[in-house]
């Protein structure tokens, strides 16, 4: 699996876009980028993949860079709740392993 | 739909105790993944099933972990006997294939080891 680097922490205010990179600059062409973000004290939580194309569902948007070497999570209206750690995830579709990183961190603001 | 459900979710034992969690998955779900979480860190995978067969255990320590996953269904981890640096969460997910990465974690157990 492709390695990803995250920044370890971030700050949004609240009803503010955060804005989470990624970078996967060693990423294959048969690799999906996949986001999944856990909150205190629970398992984490499925948020949205893609493979080369932007994508967007009903909790956020995925930007994928041309040459795919990174990516951006978008939370367009933070709230207190998206408060959590943040992890991205590069792996093909015929394995069945995911190596999580460290994530980042977002600290939702009043 | 019910989650998948893990049980307990907390767990203190001394050291060199036996312990066994469990993991029931997403109905329909044929993969099933238990991963250990350190504190501040993402999780680690430790094995993956493919309905009852174990495909990739490389990082379970064989020596003191064991799983299994009778039927295809459930499935139980244990740890024979816990040493101090097994205190961690244990995550359960399941999937509905090895292809499908959409993964569906639970609660987590977390064991303390004292």
């Known amino acids: 699996d492709a390695k990803t680097t995250q920044p370890t922490s971030m700050d949004c205010a609240e009803g503010r876009a955060a804005n989470l990179p990624c970078n996967h600059s060693t990423i294959s062409g048969n690799e999906y980028v996949y986001w999944y973000r856990q909150i205190h004290s629970q398992g984490p939580q499925y948020i949205i993949h893609g493979l080369k194309n932007n994508e967007t569902n009903e909790m956020a948007s995925l930007i994928i860079t041309e040459d795919r070497k990174s990516s951006t999570l978008i939370l367009p209206h933070a709230t207190l709740r998206d408060t959590a750690v943040y992890y991205c995830i590069v792996r093909p579709t015929n394995a069945g392993k995911s190596t999580f990183g460290d994530g980042t961190t977002l600290t939702v603001k009043p | 739909e019910a989650g998948v459900v893990q049980s307990p979710r907390y767990k203190i034992i001394e050291k060199k105790q036996p312990v066994a969690f469990w993991c029931n998955p997403i109905?329909?779900?044929?993969?099933l993944y238990w991963y250990l979480q350190n504190l501040g860190q993402g999780p680690e995978l430790l094995i993956r099933?493919?309905?009852?067969?174990?495909?990739?255990d490389s990082q379970l320590p064989k020596d003191r972990f064991s799983a299994e996953r009778l039927k295809g269904v459930d499935s139980t981890l244990k740890i024979q006997p816990a040493e101090l640096g097994d205190s961690a969460v244990y995550l359960c997910?399941?999937?509905?294939?090895?292809?499908?990465?959409?993964?569906?974690f639970g609660p987590g157990t977390r064991l303390l080891v004292l």
């Open positions: 099933y493919e309905n009852e067969e174990a495909v990739d």
């Open positions: 109905s329909g779900h044929n993969t």
């Open positions: 997910a399941s999937s509905l294939g090895t292809s499908q990465e959409t993964q569906y």
